[in-house]
């Protein structure tokens, strides 16, 4: 049983910062391509940042600069730090894991925080 919780979505002003974190549990997590995802109302879900086991990244264009996507095993966390938010960032935010070790992980998914940048 894999399971993902996500925590430290919120409300924040543009141009403001925040740490979303997953944290894993079951057996999955050290070996696999982690990422967070978001989807924002009348939307497309869309991929924002991925990491490999071996930290490989992938980042979407509308954050690359901006977010900042990192892991650490020994806690089976990871983190996702928005740096200069903007409105458009509001969405919800999901965490992902792939059962493999992909850039585009979608076979596991936690519940999603919600992210509000304010204008």
């Known amino acids: 049983q894999v399971q993902l919780v996500e925590s430290g979505g919120g409300s924040v002003q543009a141009g403001g910062s925040l740490r979303l974190s997953c944290a894993a549990s079951?057996?999955?997590?050290?070996?696999?391509?982690m990422g967070w995802y978001r989807q924002a109302p009348r939307k497309q879900r869309e991929l924002v940042a991925s990491?490999?086991?071996?930290?490989?990244?992938f980042y979407g264009d509308a954050v690359k600069g901006r977010f900042t996507i990192s892991r650490d095993n020994a806690k089976n966390t990871v983190y996702l730090q928005m740096n200069s938010l903007r409105p458009e960032d509001t969405a919800v935010y999901y965490c992902?894991?792939?059962?493999?070790?992909?850039?585009?992980?979608?076979?596991?998914w936690g519940q999603g925080t919600q992210v509000t940048v304010l204008s």
């Open positions: 992902a894991a792939d059962r493999l070790d992909t850039l585009a992980p979608y076979d596991y």
């Open positions: 079951g057996s999955i997590f050290s070996r696999n391509g």
């Open positions: 990491i490999t086991s071996g930290r490989t990244t």
